[in-house]
């Protein structure tokens, strides 16, 4: 590999949080992959929209690839913010694809390379820069054997590298104590909390893993605005 190849790799890209970039040293590193987790109703989907419209204000195509929402969903509910998230998908500088509904049609369960390789062959089609794919963990529900979803799932990320595109992964938190495949792949991993104190929903975002970048993994509240999530440097308590 050249220095120059080297030295591109800390190059940053904007997440579109406001926030977020100052805690992971200035933004994600493009081409990597990236893990977005968090009970229901933290604001996964708002996450990897926002970053998906933080990159079409850049000329980088975005990708969302959904397992449950339908497009018509997705867009009404993004409507509440100041995206501008109709003229996007009409200019297709955000393109939304509908796996759920291929994978719901076919008659029999994939396998998990099989899977991934329907998701590269759909990314390399669109030349999309940024995807988010909402979401990760109800793959298992599409597989037929959940026990090689390790390997698989390596060389996903490898190929997802090679092609320099800068993935997030959404995915719904479980349990803060058990940590899936896709924890310790990603090469950072982006935690939303929310919780009730005095009666009051308490929102907040933590950087649980962010490889080879310094970060902040206090803590920070985070607040829904009508220009999306914002993440703010103070505790969320």
Not at 3 to 27: A, C, Q, S
Not at 71 to 89: A, C, K, S, T, W
């Given at each position: 590999?050249?220095v120059?190849e ?13 926030g977020?970039?100052?805690m992971v ?9 990236y ?5 229901p ?12 419209v933080e990159g079409a204000k850049?000329d980088?195509k ?11 969903v997705?867009i ?14 009409q200019s297709?500088r ?10 719901l049609?076919a ?12 998701l ?14 909402d979401?990760f963990?109800?793959f298992?529900?599409?597989?037929s ?8 799932l ?13 993935t997030i992964l ?5 349990s ?12 950072g ?11 009051q929903?308490i ?5 649980l893993k962010m ?11 985070l ?10 440097q103070?505790?969320?308590?």
């Amino acid at each position: 590999m050249y220095v120059g190849e080297l030295l591109k790799g800390l190059d940053r890209i904007p997440t579109g949080i406001p926030g977020l970039d100052g805690m992971v040293g200035g933004g994600f590193l493009p081409g990597r992959v990236y893990l977005v987790t968090g009970p229901p109703g933290s604001g996964k989907t708002t996450f990897g929209i926002q970053f998906l419209v933080e990159g079409a204000k850049n000329d980088e195509k975005g990708l969302f690839i959904s397992l449950f929402e339908p497009q018509e969903v997705i867009i009404q509910d993004m409507l509440r913010y100041n995206f501008g998230i109709l003229d996007h998908f009409q200019s297709k500088r955000i393109v939304f694809y509908d796996l759920g509904e291929i994978l719901l049609s076919a008659n029999r369960e994939l396998t998990w390379e099989e899977l991934f390789k329907l998701l590269i062959e759909i990314i390399k089609r669109e030349k999309a820069k940024r995807v988010v794919i909402d979401s990760f963990s109800l793959f298992e529900s599409f597989v037929s054997d959940p026990a090689g979803k390790k390997k698989a799932l390596g060389r996903f990320v490898r190929l997802l590298r090679s092609l320099e595109v800068t993935t997030i992964l959404l995915s719904e938190m479980l349990s803060s104590e058990k940590y899936t495949d896709e924890y310790y792949l990603a090469d950072g991993v982006i935690v939303l909390h929310h919780f009730m104190r005095n009666y009051q929903m308490i929102r907040a975002l933590q950087v649980l893993k962010m490889r080879g970048v310094p970060h902040d993994s206090n803590l920070k509240r985070l607040r829904f605005t009508t220009d999306g999530i914002r993440v703010y440097q103070e505790a969320p308590l």
